[in-house]
């Protein structure tokens, strides 16, 4: 039998998640399918922000997804130790899961993984073909020869602990730990008195995060601190694409007229890797338009993207400053003069909302790399910036 949908969002991530959420609230009339290749939408994962990071309205229709929020957070460094203030958020694929679940209903499809996709129609790997008047493709990040990217490789453990943590913040980076090759920190939420979710965090030239190794530095970690591990919980494991350079036409005309989002669609904070501000900014802009043929989604979010991409053309030039200027394990001396600058500003870097006097603010001083080096980096082509290349 042939259904038609009035679109159908293949990959049941929290790109496409936020478009159904969105789209049921603002035009439920629409018939949307959502698809999910395993058991749950979401898969395993933990999605953070900062409050600045969206915007009013968007914190509204947030909220029922997000499990955590706290007041500021704390970095460290060898020689710099910071609290910033400003709301800090978590959404957990589970709470995530269970308001999809809770919303869409039938229209959500589990265990229903993707073969093939065109403009407006989605083949499963059972065989079965299901027609649309368009399709989004979410089905997260895959490497292109046409962007360059280093990565963030993590591995996060969430843990009971045999007593209280003493935390009252999240420590989103502690990078007085060895570096291990590479720049290297560990990130910790405090979800309840006695329980945390720990990462083991790699700024790396290549995927290559041994979760052995990782698992280790979280037990080592954890006793340093003084907390006593009992129960774990659960365990997530990720690599985020950090963009150096790229050809972002040629990047969208491999969709080959396919609308994407998300992780798929290269939108994530090219410095950061967080993704859900940009996935909350396309769902609403998706929702606020008429039902779309294929070649207007296609040029809708391929246009979102690429504004996108131009609007990031800074954060990829601090990207190869970071990868590609001074030794891999003194990378974190970058990081520590960043988070020493004025408050306002790392906001607006999170945000992706640097001014001009903010980027001569962060190029300016005593450079954290050798300064030929850093000059080095900053152009588009060298020959250590080509060996990033994933075919």
Not at 54 to 67: K, R
Not at 234 to 247: A, K, M, V
Not at 293 to 308: C, D, I, K, V
């Amino acid at each position: 039998m042939t259904t038609a949908w009035d679109l159908i969002l293949a990959g049941g991530g929290l790109a496409n998640g936020l478009i159904a959420l969105r789209l049921r609230a603002l035009q439920p009339a629409l018939n949307v399918l959502l698809l999910e290749a395993d058991d749950a939408p979401g898969g395993n994962h933990t999605w953070s922000f900062h409050g600045d990071d969206i915007t009013p309205a968007q914190h509204a229709w947030l909220t029922p997804l997000v499990a955590h929020r706290w007041d500021g957070y704390d970095v460290r460094f060898p020689a710099l130790k910071r609290t910033l203030d400003g709301g800090y958020y978590s959404v957990t694929s589970e709470r995530f899961a269970d308001v999809l679940h809770t919303t869409l209903g039938e229209n959500l499809w589990r265990n229903a993984p993707v073969a093939q996709l065109t403009p407006q129609s989605v083949t499963l790997a059972d065989g079965r073909t299901l027609h649309a008047r368009a399709v989004i493709d979410g089905r997260g990040w895959r490497a292109s020869p046409h962007l360059t990217v280093g990565q963030q490789a993590f591995l996060g453990q969430q843990w009971q602990l045999a007593a209280p943590h003493g935390l009252t913040r999240p420590v989103l980076m502690d990078a007085t730990v060895a570096q291990q090759g590479g720049y290297r920190f560990v990130y910790t939420l405090p979800l309840t008195p006695d329980t945390l979710l720990i990462e083991d965090t790699h700024y790396i030239d290549n995927a290559t995060l041994d979760p052995d190794r990782a698992r280790v530095n979280i037990a080592d970690y954890a006793r340093a601190q003084g907390w006593r591990l009992m129960t774990l919980e659960r365990e997530e494991r990720g690599n985020l694409p950090i963009t150096l350079t790229g050809e972002p036409q040629a990047f969208w005309q491999e969709a080959q007229g396919i609308a994407r989002c998300g992780l798929r669609a290269g939108l994530f904070h090219a410095t950061t890797g967080y993704s859900l501000p940009h996935a909350a900014a396309l769902a609403d802009l998706i929702a606020s338009q008429p039902p779309a043929t294929p070649q207007a989604l296609y040029a809708l979010t391929a246009g979102y993207a690429q504004r996108q991409w131009r609007r990031q053309r800074f954060f990829r030039l601090l990207n190869r400053m970071l990868f590609l200027a001074g030794k891999p394990d003194q990378r974190w001396q970058v990081m520590q003069r960043f988070y020493g600058l004025n408050a306002g500003l790392i906001g607006r870097f999170y945000a992706g909302r640097l001014t001009p006097l903010d980027m001569a603010r962060l190029l300016t001083g005593k450079p954290p790399v050798p300064v030929g080096e850093a000059l080095q980096a900053v152009l588009k082509q060298t020959p250590r910036l080509r060996a990033f290349h994933h075919d």
